[in-house]
């Protein structure tokens, strides 16, 4: 292997070794369940009731994430046209922080 491919190829394979701790961060269902009792993410229900009101339809994913100390709701949600919304909110207080449609 030539020296400058050798070179592109470990730096790919270290971006690639470090892409989850840059990434967002899952939680598991305990981690949650905390948040949740000490008030620092609102439930479900509510964050729904939001995302219903901002983009009507049904709800196909759903999750909580961790990214750069604060914590955000990613949800998708199939619009009767068909179209798939992805809205985040941040967990705290259920306001929209990003919205695209695919």
Known sequence: MKPHHLIAATGLGL???MG????????????????RETGQ????????????????GQ???AELERGDGTYRYEIKILAADGTIHKLSLEAATAEVIERKEK
């Open 20 to 35: 989850s701790p840059l990434a967002s961060e899952r939680l598991d269902h305990d981690e949650i369940k905390q948040l």
């Open 59 to 61: 709800l196909v994913e």
């Open 15 to 17: 971006l690639l070794a």
């Open 41 to 56: 993410i609102l439930p479900m229900t509510q964050v729904m009731d939001s995302a219903q009101s901002v983009q009507p």
